[in-house]
């Protein structure tokens, strides 16, 4: 599944017209304000309600503006239904997006994958706007806003880096930008969903290498090995006390992650959550019980703003925090600045993003098992689409069940992008009853899906045609795998960065003028976020080392006709050089064939070639006794006829040059 680190292109939808299954025809699906009255689509939501009550909380606290993100107070990607504030206020429900308003105006602002979306979803109350930075977000409030006006925000909503750039851009308007912990959004909001207090589950001792007092202690001594002296280490991002305490929980969709902050003190253990899921037998697994160094003290989630502020008041305390997940509302009242401590990510992330021995073996397990549900779904869309009868929907449907038919199945790892010609442009499209297309022998199609097992997390995106490509699609498709093999097969130094390889991902797109607006990959957990930072070929990610998993996923899309993304987890392990030492390579761990007849080998050089074959011995190795052991014998013939070997002969390709490795590497390695 790619992430939102490249902005796509402006998409349009219009050949939908012509093979919707939905009830409105898309030249209706929008909302068009031009009109007199307006037209709204169904799907459009009525806000004036909401933005009065609003506007009425506004002028209570003499605040001109409100900045509404798309986040929750542990700044996830995902979130609950009751953090979904900017839905409820905008009508609009794609994951990215900052919404600001004012007495007589309200805008939008969101990426490209979403502008259609939000066209479908809002009303004529809002205005879209495109530019996504911060500083549009400012110039439209400066001029919006008179001078001397407040500009409303929730702290526990903004990171430091969107308050600092918030502030920076207008330092100079004679414009304030004002904390306001009371959210006010959730003051309006009268059927805000509760939260539902699941209980809480431990990870079984077989999926666990390290108990959370050994996780705990190796913390501490990266805290006293620490030159700046903290004596406290605050967890804010949801997955970060997850892992600690090898916790599991059902706050988030898709995640396993529950409501939660950690203060971790050289002698003292606060976890901050809804105590009252807590079971006797958990108080008595994290030591609840008693005092010391390794006993959990149970405190109120909604206590840790006033537990922190007390804490930070004794002398000589320092406290740790990583910038990228502590909010906003937390950082402010680390006061004076002598008493702060930052670092991009926690240790505890750092050390999360470099798998245990157990965990690198559980989840290459959890690979196999997920390629037999996507094998089975292939097979039958082969077998099923010539008759016309199926859709994006029913597709994603028979993915889902087939994976919840595998061994410690815990449900998807993020909502199925099922998308079939021109939805397939749109790289976040997922499927609804408005948009649905039939899937059809004449169209490419595009599935990109995950499992969430006890044992890992898993995402895979394949691309298919069932019935004869267009030399266009063929060498898109080529390159894109090309782009993909390339990286899967590239030999560097440990401690790499991602961002410095990730042009050889796009380099056989880029020589005939190709490319792609997303991400090429993110780190993926163990029965955790299917977007686990701080891994992957970003900026701000850290340096590959063993141990680490990542997505590796290219694209290429073509406006108004068809999308191609080929997405595998892989997995970063130490490879033996004639010279040097510690070197990395990636191990590919998706098990899941490509599109043969997608695929032009005479494009491919010999090595890509040789790899494809070495990729496809592997899942006959690996997932054949898999299927064998279930009992799924036409699914084994279905694997083997896909993975037949492709003759090393038919490449008439040149050989890459590695010169381009060796570029890319050696800037900033470390």
């Known amino acids: 599944m790619p992430s939102c680190g490249w902005l796509l292109t402006a998409l349009s939808l219009a050949a939908l017209a012509g093979n919707s299954t939905g009830t409105v025809a898309y030249n209706r699906s929008e909302r068009n304000c031009s009109l007199s009255p307006p037209y709204l689509p169904s799907t459009a939501s009525n806000t004036t309600l909401r933005l009065r009550d609003l506007r009425v909380e506004m002028r209570l606290r003499d605040i001109a503006a409100y900045i509404i993100p798309a986040t929750d107070a542990h700044l996830s990607e995902y979130i609950a239904p009751r953090d979904a504030r900017l839905a409820f206020v905008t009508g609009f429900t794609g994951s990215a997006g900052t919404a600001v308003v004012t007495q007589t105006k309200a805008a939008l602002w969101t990426d490209s994958r979403y502008w259609v979306q939000a066209e479908r979803q809002m009303d004529c109350n809002w205005e879209l706007e495109k530019d996504v930075s911060i500083s549009s977000v400012a110039q439209w409030l400066i001029s919006e806003v ?67 007092q050994k996780k705990v202690e190796h913390i501490r001594s990266q805290m006293r090995e620490n030159p700046y002296g903290p004596t406290a280490l605050l967890l804010s991002a949801l997955d970060e006390t997850a892992w600690l305490f090898n916790l599991r929980g059902e706050d988030i969709p898709y995640n396993p992650f529950f409501y939660s902050y950690t203060l971790l003190t050289k002698d003292e253990i606060w976890l901050f959550l809804h105590t009252d899921r807590v079971t006797e037998d958990l108080r008595v697994y994290l030591n609840a019980s008693c005092v010391g160094s390794l006993c959990v003290q149970l405190k109120s989630y909604d206590a840790v703003r006033d537990d922190l502020k007390a804490y930070v008041a004794e002398p000589g305390v320092k406290v740790w925090i990583g910038t990228e997940y502590t909010n906003y509302a937390l950082y402010e009242i680390i006061t004076p600045e002598e008493k702060l401590m930052t670092s991009s990510y926690s240790p505890v992330l750092t050390t999360k993003a470099v798998k245990d021995e157990t965990e690198q073996r559980i ?28 859709t994006e929907l029913t597709a994603a449907r028979y993915v889902n069940e087939c994976r919840g038919k595998q061994k410690d199945s815990r449900g998807p790892s993020f909502e199925t992008i099922s998308a079939s010609g021109p939805n397939a442009a749109l790289a976040h499209y997922s499927p609804t009853e408005e948009t649905i297309r039939r899937l059809t022998v004449d169209e490419m199609y595009l599935v990109d899906s995950g ?117 595998d987890v892989a997995v970063v392990v130490p490879v033996n050089t004639k010279y040097g030492h510690n070197y990395v390579t990636f191990d590919t761990v998706s098990l899941v064939p490509y599109d043969r007849k997608l695929i032009d080998t005479t494009l491919l050089s010999s090595e890509q070639l040789r790899w494809l074959n070495q990729y496809y011995e592997t899942i006959r190795r690996l997932v054949g006794p898999e299927l064998d052991s279930q009992g799924l014998k036409e699914e084994k013939d279905w694997m083997l006829a896909h993975t037949e070997p492709f003759a090393e002969a038919a490449s008439s390709a040149s050989v890459w040059c590695s010169s381009l490795t060796l570029i890319a590497l050696a800037v900033n390695i470390i």
């Open 146 to 212: 008179p001078p001397g006006g407040e500009m409303g925000f929730d702290p526990f909503l903004f990171s430091l880096k969107t308050q600092e750039h918030y502030r920076l851009n207008l330092d100079s308007s004679n414009r304030t930008l004002k904390s306001v912990p009371v959210n006010l959004v959730d003051r309006v909001w009268k059927e805000r969903p509760p939260v539902l207090l699941y209980n809480l589950s431990r990870l079984p001792d077989r999926v666990i290498q390290r108990p959370w």
């Open 363 to 390: 989840l290459r397990d959890a690979h196999v098992r997920d390629a037999v549900a996507v094998i089975q779904l292939l097979m039958w869309l082969e077998k099923a689409v010539p008759e016309g009868k199926e």
């Open 451 to 567: 499992g969430q097992y006890l044992d890992g997390t898993t995402d895979i995106t394949r691309t298919v045609h069932w019935g004869a490509p267009t030399a266009t699609q063929k060498e898109a498709f080529t390159r894109v795998l090309m782009g993909n093999i390339e990286i899967s097969r590239t030999v560097f130094p440990s401690g790499t960065r991602g961002v410095n390889m990730e042009m050889l991902a796009r380099r056989a797109l880029w020589e005939v003028g190709l490319n792609y607006g997303h991400g090429t990959g993110h780190g993926v957990g163990n029965y955790f976020g299917v977007h686990e930072w701080p891994v992957g070929f970003q900026s701000n990610n850290v340096p590959f080392r063993a141990g680490m998993f990542t997505s590796i996923e290219p694209g290429y899309y073509k406006e108004n006709d068809f999308g191609i993304r080929i997405e």
